[in-house]
């Protein structure tokens, strides 16, 4: 697929376009700083691009906004006293060092336990705490799939977790298939299940237009309290230096 990239500057706001065979236009705004990205049909020019940026120029502002209000997790040493979320509870992280013992446990509703190897360094404690959370939400998303593909007639051929720095999931209608973000392992369920209910919305509706507010509102009652919590969740630590793809 041949993508073609440029950009703009919109009332002060640079825009980066990128040109690629879609049907429709798309606008987005991303932290750290609320980047302005326009994905576009190749046969929508640049003064159309200008115009619906215009047209969402308060949205995109409100939305920089709260990005550079946003709470930030500090990065997480991985050491024994730190504060870690599970499904949404705070818990008291307790490295406890051990010969052929690799894992997590919660003993109590306030300490999480992480078993690493003697000299294991804060990337191997990390990785050994995600891979705990992905496990975690591989045994939360099947049934979760499964009532909301029951409820709204459709099906999910493949379901995959990885982290992402924008969004909270994302779906590719033609391969029926949904991502659920890793960071969601952290969250209340409820906001899991509404970002699942959201992605196979979009199996019956493709964009957020009031089509796929009316099956929101008819089905998921409480969702806009449940993206507020999301929302107004401290985001993950990112190295924002990186590549922005």
């Known amino acids: 697929m041949t993508i073609e990239t440029s950009q703009v500057v919109v009332s002060g706001i640079p825009v980066q376009i990128v040109r690629k065979p879609i049907k429709n ?23 159309a691009v200008r115009l619906a940026v215009v047209q969402r120029l308060r949205w995109i502002k409100t939305q920089q906004a709260r990005f550079q209000c946003q709470a930030r997790e500090s990065e997480r040493e991985m050491v024994t006293g730190e504060s870690h979320y ?12 051990k010969e052929n ?17 003697p000299g294991a360094d804060a990337t191997q404690r990390r990785r ?3 891979e705990w959370y992905r496990q975690r939400l591989k045994e ?11 409820i709204f ?3 999910v051929a493949d379901c995959r977790i990885r982290r992402m720095k924008t969004k909270w999931g994302a779906c590719n209608v033609e391969a029926q298939r949904i991502w659920i973000n890793l960071e969601l392992a952290k969250k209340p369920v409820q906001c899991l299940e509404y970002v699942i209910a959201h992605e196979l919305t979009h199996f019956l509706e493709r964009n957020h237009n009031d ?14 309290a449940h993206r507020s ?7 993950a630590h990112e190295n924002w230096k990186r590549k922005q793809r």
Do not use: C, M
């Open 140 to 150: 939360l998303i099947p049934p979760l799939v499964a009532k909301w593909q029951s």
């Open 25 to 47: 236009l798309h606008l987005g705004v991303y932290p750290p700083n609320g980047r302005v990205r326009v994905a576009a049909p190749r046969r929508i020019n640049d003064e």
């Open 229 to 235: 919590t999301l929302n107004s969740a401290p985001l």
């Open 211 to 224: 089509r796929f507010v009316a099956i929101l509102n008819r089905h998921v009652p409480h969702w806009r």
């Open 128 to 130: 050994i705490l995600q």
């Open 153 to 155: 007639r459709v099906r």
């Open 101 to 117: 013992v690799r894992g997590v446990r919660l003993p109590n509703q306030s300490r999480l336990e992480l078993f690493v190897p």
């Open 86 to 97: 599970v499904l949404g509870k705070r818990y008291r992280l307790s490295v406890i060092r």
